[in-house]
């Protein structure tokens, strides 16, 4: 018998509270450990791995751009760029993209834009709206964006010139911004993740796209978790039928290989200009190839029906077997980005079903969090909520 490998690391700092296990490879939504234990993948790498694991199309074409070339400069055009944007661009109604790393690098770049679309207004110290319980990334400026005390505490001086307003709650930022002339943007999640699975109302971003137009801001739309075909559309947003000005994405955009876009609309398009803005790593061909792939692979198997379906059976399956439950205060979401509110925290949830062989997150403290990837069976949903159902039950009765 061959002996138990312990999931350590000791020379690695100590930034994140781990499940103790280490995953050695995957199919389709299934993982296994080093050990060799089984699990069923409804955490997606964090709404990363559109495609699931192993992919028979991704696979051979990411190998086919390692054996050319991985990385190259933006010194020189980069033509997986050209390709891609016009994909994003297509989707989106949009004008052009700028090509980083990941989404925190995604929403620093919106932030940056949306300073220099007031500086260029005139507006000596730009002002962004920003959410209640939002979470934007975990570097200086857009920690300062992000809603929970959590994340920021220990880290001052935050950065000055952000906003907060409640969700959906169109009074409040008419209220908040009300006589002051250096309100640049609005900055905000669709359907937010880290904070709780929490979704913007339809009507609220329809008269939102309304404020931003009367007083000349920036929407800018935080697509970096609910979109890339993650609630059935491309994008979140769209099922307002809205168009943002700015959009930041990153996560499924690439299926596991690390990538970052920001796509602009015409009034942000051309606000960044040569010496402005720059990444050593982002738009390199490799991910640019990934990008490429994954939006062509979700259009050929129908990733966004999929999301759409399957999305909606389980959350009615979730709905069905917690709904009812007391302690259960809401099953909510859209496709396959859902969240289960519970009335006490649930943390110890993760390593639960972990070890019932379920991989979920637990964000906000009391929402379990379900974003598999986007090839989810039917079978597969069903059998999410029959491993997680009598843990739920288990926790509410303790």
């Not at 990385?71 to 944007?85: D, K, M, R």
């Not at 929403?107 to 220099?116: D, G, H, P, S, V």
């Not at 931003?212 to 739309?221: A, F, G, N, P, T």
């Not at 966004?304 to 917690?322: E, F, I, M, S, Y």
Request: include cysteine.
């Amino acid at each position: 018998m061959t002996a138990f490998i312990e999931a350590a690391s000791p020379h690695v700092m100590n930034t994140y509270g781990r499940v103790p296990i280490a995953l050695s490879h995957g199919q389709g939504c299934r993982v296994w450990d080093v050990n060799g234990k089984q699990y069923l993948d409804a955490l997606g790498g964090i709404a990363v791995n559109t495609l699931g694991h192993n992919h028979a199309k991704l696979v051979p074409a990411l190998q086919d751009q390692i054996g050319k070339i991985m990385h190259s400069s933006n010194y020189y055009h980069v033509p997986g760029q050209e390709q891609l944007a016009t994909r994003l661009v297509e989707r989106s109604g949009m004008t052009n993209v700028f090509f980083c790393n990941s989404g925190l690098e995604a929403n620093e770049a919106a932030l940056k834009i949306a300073r220099k679309y007031g500086v260029d207004k005139g507006i000596a110290k730009p002002e962004i709206v920003v959410y209640e319980k939002a979470f934007h990334g975990r570097s200086i400026a857009t920690m300062s964006a992000t809603g929970n005390p959590k994340i920021n505490m220990g880290f001052g001086p935050l950065v000055e010139g952000f906003i907060r307003v409640p969700l959906n709650d169109i009074d409040a930022i008419q209220k908040a911004t009300e006589g002051n002339p250096n309100v640049v943007a609005v900055f905000f999640e669709t359907i937010q993740g880290e904070g709780g699975i929490n979704p913007m109302r339809v009507e609220y971003l329809q008269q939102l796209r309304k404020l931003c137009d009367e007083r000349d801001w920036l929407m800018m739309i935080d697509e970096v978790q609910c979109g890339m075909g993650r609630t059935g559309k491309w994008f979140a947003h769209q099922w307002a039928g809205i168009v943002p000005d700015v959009m930041p994405l990153a996560k499924g955009l690439g299926s596991g290989v690390p990538i970052g876009a920001v796509v602009a609309g015409p009034k942000a398009a051309n606000v960044l200009q040569p010496g402005n803005h720059g990444t050593t790593f982002g738009g390199n061909p490799l991910a640019m190839r990934a990008g490429n792939e994954t939006i062509r692979i979700m259009e050929e198997d129908g990733l966004l029906h999929n999301a759409t379906t399957v999305g909606l059976h389980l959350k009615t399956a979730l709905q069905h077997a917690l709904g009812s439950l007391p302690g259960v205060k809401e099953v909510r979401g859209q496709g396959l980005m859902l969240g289960v509110e519970l009335a006490k925290p649930c943390g110890v949830l993760v390593g639960r079903a972990a070890e019932a062989g379920l991989l979920i997150s637990v964000t906000a403290d009391s929402v379990i969090r379900i974003v598999p990837p986007l090839i989810l069976t039917i079978a597969e949903a069903d059998e999410i909520v029959a491993t997680l159902t009598p843990l739920v039950k288990a926790l509410l009765a303790e």
